[in-house]
């Protein structure tokens, strides 16, 4: 069945009770969906969803449409597909219930057909519910696409298309095809399916077809095998993809049907040997656990939205991503395949115990089997996706009956799809608390930012424990891949006490990625290492930052950032794409980066205390232009896979240190700020390896640009402070105002994690001299976006129109 794209001429607005009507203050607002109920709600201090949720409140919406219905449709099948609703999605057609989905990140499907009037207009309706259901920020409504589907009643089930080889050399790959047909009607029904296996310029490189039976009100599968000769495998550095074009005909040749997947063919492997390897060769996963939010556009997935994530992501160096904690959207894997991106997809963060008020441990025992298929029939036809998690730190994971549970979903994803690999992201700290507390409250710290500050020691040595060790060992067992968050105290322990165990750095600390990516390339048990967080999200407000704390009145609050924390502060790159010195400091830690890096600490703050939480970066930016005296103190730090590092101010040698101190590839600088050039030269051996450098802005414009997004829904508009050579210039921070001309302003925001500010807009201020802002393209025409501020020329730039033939 073909899917067409049903995102226009929704309303939504609060669910109202029964007796009640709407007022100025509840009246539904026209929506494009996907869209986020939650992103504009007001903030506040007191939001009962708290830090979780970045202090955005809850709440219960109702969506609603009305389309029209033809006469013909009575002879067709009906289905109206939800990608995606958060949460606890009820769904009515003209006004009678039609269907129920609990789980916030499960596809599902209505069988319209029972509830539509012929002729006339009908009406859908969707209510979705948020409250204190998660530990991080969600959003809420129908966040991911809605499709109508209209087929024959004698068709191809949606997704009914598997491909996919296991037997291949070089020679050629057997690709095995198989797919359901459903009959609607009451009558057996003859058709033929015909196969064909297409490459680059719709070249045919197999066929394959059958004649298929289906019985009234059944399903039938049909199979065919076919070789590809010489097959072009796909990988992460060279991802190849094939397409597979379903057709189903009737008997005299008449097409009734038509569908179309990709086809990645590669082969996995896996031992304690050689580690993971794909295509017969080892591949350490250089892994980012992401949220699924969307940064300025809110919790929403869009195709054009995730194919720049990833991209982005790949770009700075990784190679695989995390989906934490939840499924990951059909956009986001799409993306995968295109880039070369493996995917470890989680499917929950709670199995029976609850972390929050009202998550999805409740019902968790009646529909744990759905959530597993659905989580399995949207990942199938994705080469990039080589991992399901069962979880995330689950709290019954130590006991006898969380044994049992771990056997129980992990038997069910090899049960439905034997191919990939099963994991569990295991803390055996959260899994053993009770056992713990009398540890952690008897630690060696004089107050809570201690505490903080050594939490990651106090993990490792928890977790290496013998208690975790036996408690943790049947649950582990159950699993192909051992995932461990803050865990890599046991890497070398296992590797003597559980010698099959293959591991995974499932969620590591960001500043300890030179010694952990040391830890995957020495031991070949370990086969990657997933940082928290490769983009920066909303909610979990203010895990990462950096606190000041001689203010007036500072008092700790532990990892639950004060209102109006906003972001989580903890990316390698921010909400807006741009990539933070974290994520080059990485990128020299994995190895694919020679060319050093110059971090400054902001001179303005320069020998004030600091407290930082595990998850904290230093407060760090690759810019030399500030507004402070010249002659004022400033650190630098340089990154480096180096020896020594020689730092220059203007041409003159500063001083050449060793690197290692304060952490593994940093070199760390005392000198004064001078504008002019900074630049940093890295030694190996007394041998130059690589050099960089930093200068000092000039007088700063307001300039707009638009990256190259294609034909794709959304633009992004980079808008940036900076001089005539392009230099951003930092802390000279400017409120900027955004209008859109035959277009639509979908979301402005800034990588400011401390915000209250909205991302609805139309203004923000810059933060460190960048702003996002992204707009709806319309089909046919083009767009105009000005970006205003006071005491700047205001920067124009105009997108091409979309092809009328992409409209909605």
């Not at 310029?201 to 095998?225: F, H, K, N, Q, Y």
């Not at 730092?647 to 001078?674: K, W």
């Not at 690589?690 to 959304?714: I, K, M, Q």
Request: glycine share 8%.
């Amino acid at each position: 069945m073909i899917r067409i794209p049903f995102v226009d001429g929704w309303t939504v607005g609060p669910k109202l009770g029964a007796f009640e009507s709407r007022d100025a203050a509840t009246a539904a607002v026209a929506v494009t969906i996907p869209h986020d109920a939650l992103r504009d709600l007001p903030r506040s201090a007191d939001s009962v969803q708290g830090v979780h949720a970045g202090y955005i409140p809850g709440g219960v919406f109702e969506y609603r449409t009305t389309f029209d219905v033809p006469d013909e449709w009575r002879d067709r099948a009906v289905r109206i597909e939800f990608e995606g609703v958060y949460r606890d999605a009820t769904v009515y057609i003209n006004g009678d219930f039609a269907a129920h989905e609990a789980n916030g990140y499960a596809a599902f499907v209505v069988d319209a057909d029972p509830f539509l009037r012929h002729g006339e207009p009908n009406t859908i309706v969707v209510e979705a519910r948020v409250h204190r259901d998660s530990r991080w920020y969600t959003g809420g409504g129908i966040y991911r696409p809605v499709h109508l589907v209209v087929g024959d009643p004698v068709h191809i089930a949606l997704d009914g298309t598997r491909a996919a080889a296991s037997d291949i050399d070089a020679e050629r790959a057997i690709v095995e095809i198989s797919t359901r047909v459903e009959n609607g009607t009451r009558h057996t029904a003859m058709r033929r399916l015909s196969w064909t296996i297409v490459d680059d310029g719709d070249i045919e490189v197999a066929s394959g077809t059958s004649p298929v039976t289906i019985l009234p009100g059944t399903d039938a599968v049909t199979r065919v095998r076919v070789p590809v000769t010489a097959p072009r495998l796909w990988s992460p550095d060279a991802p190849h993809l094939y397409r597979v074009r379903t057709i189903l005909a009737t008997i005299d040749g008449d097409p009734v049907d038509q569908d179309e997947t990709v086809l990645g063919i590669r082969r996995l492997q896996l031992d304690t040997a050689h580690g993971l390897r794909i295509n017969g060769e080892t591949v350490d996963l250089r892994g980012a656990c992401i949220h699924h939010d969307n940064g300025p556009l809110g919790a929403v997935s869009v195709e054009a939205a995730e194919d720049r994530r990833v991209r982005i992501l790949k770009e700075a160096g990784f190679n695989a991503i995390r989906s934490a904690h939840n499924p990951a959207s059909r956009a986001l894997l799409e993306a995968c395949d295109r880039y070369g991106m493996l995917v470890m997809d989680e499917l929950t963060d709670v199995w029976t115990k609850s972390k929050t008020a009202f998550d999805s441990s409740l019902g968790f025992e009646e529909r744990w089997r759905r959530d597993v298929a659905a989580l399995v029939a949207k990942d199938l036809g994705h080469p990039s996706v080589i991992l399901y998690s069962i979880g995330n730190e689950i709290l019954e994971l130590a006991t006898p009956h969380g044994a049992t549970w771990s056997r129980r979903l992990a038997e069910e994803f090899r049960r439905l799809d034997p191919s990939r690999f099963v994991t569990n992201g295991i803390n055996g700290i959260i899994a053993n608390l009770e056992h713990l507390q009398a540890a952690m409250a008897s630690a060696e710290a004089s107050d809570a930012n201690t505490m903080m500050a050594d939490m990651g020691e106090q993990m490792a040595r928890m977790n290496a424990s013998a208690l975790v060790t036996d408690s943790i060992e049947e649950s582990a067992a159950v699993l192909d891949v051992v995932g461990f968050n803050y865990a890599d105290s046991r890497y070398e322990l296992d590797a003597e006490l559980f010698p099959n165990r293959v591991i995974v750095g499932s969620e590591t600390f960001p500043d300890r990625i030179a010694s952990l990516w040391e830890a995957v390339t020495r031991l070949p048990h370990v086969i990657g290492d997933f940082t928290w967080t490769g983009w920066d999200y909303i909610g979990e407000a203010g895990i990462g930052r950096v606190d000041y704390t001689d203010v007036d009145g500072y008092e700790p609050t532990g990892t639950a950032g004060p209102y109006p924390y906003l972001l989580a502060q903890c990316g390698d790159i921010d909400i807006t794409g741009h990539r933070l010195p974290a994520s080059y400091y990485r990128e020299i830690a994995f190895g694919l980066r020679t060319e050093p890096m110059i971090a400054v600490h902001r001179p303005q703050h320069h020998g004030r205390p600091t407290a930082k939480t595990p998850w904290s970066w230093d407060d760090v930016v690759s810019n030399w232009s500030w507004s402070v005296p010249t002659g004022s103190p400033v650190s630098v730090d340089v990154y480096a896979d180096a020896d020594e590092v020689e730092l220059r101010r203007n041409g003159v040698p500063v001083a050449r240190i060793p690197v290692g101190v304060p952490r593994p590839l940093i070199a760390r600088f005392e000198t004064s700020y001078e504008p002019g050039e900074l630049s940093a030269v890295a030694f190996r051996s007394g041998a130059e390896i690589g050099r960089t450098a930093l200068v000092t802005a000039g007088s700063a414009a307001l300039v707009a640009r638009v990256e190259d997004g294609g034909d794709a829904a959304l633009a992004y508009v980079a808008i940036t402070l900076e001089d005539a050579a392009g230099t951003v210039v930092v802390d000279q921070d400017a409120r900027v105002t955004v209008s859109v001309s035959d277009g639509e302003l979908a979301g402005i925001g800034s990588g400011r994690a401390r915000t209250e500010e909205s991302f609805a807009g139309p203004s923000a201020t810059t933060y460190d001299g960048r702003l996002l802002a992204i707009v709806r393209r319309d089909p046919g025409a083009e767009v105009r976006v000005t970006a205003s501020a006071e005491g700047f020329a205001p920067a124009e730039v105009v997108i091409s129109a979309r092809p009328a033939s992409l409209a909605r």
